[in-house]
């Protein structure tokens, strides 16, 4: 077995981070909007059920969210293995 040299070590680290925020999109995405939709449905949010809610406009803000949150985290992971551009 290799050892794990800190490159390795940080495209693993970048790797589970987008296997994470992909797994969270598909929820939101797959799960809100069309798994859960009929039971989403009974509630609303402002004049429309909220499971149509999360198909239309939910899952582009959570898409959006999930964006910001690799930046943030990737930002962290160049900084943690010093492969930052200053």
């Known amino acids: 077995m290799k050892p794990e040299t800190p490159l390795r070590a940080y495209w693993q680290a970048n790797v589970q981070l987008i296997a994470t ?10 799960g809100a909007s069309i798994l859960l939709a009929p039971w989403l449905n009974q509630f609303r949010l402002g004049d429309a059920p909220l499971g149509f809610w999360f198909a239309q406009q ?29």
């Open 21 to 30: 925020l992909l797994a969270v999109w598909f929820l939101v995405a797959y």
């Open 58 to 86: 939910g899952s582009i803000y959570v898409f959006i969210l999930l964006i910001w949150v690799y930046a943030r985290r990737m930002d962290a992971l160049d900084k943690q293995y010093d492969v930052h551009e200053d």
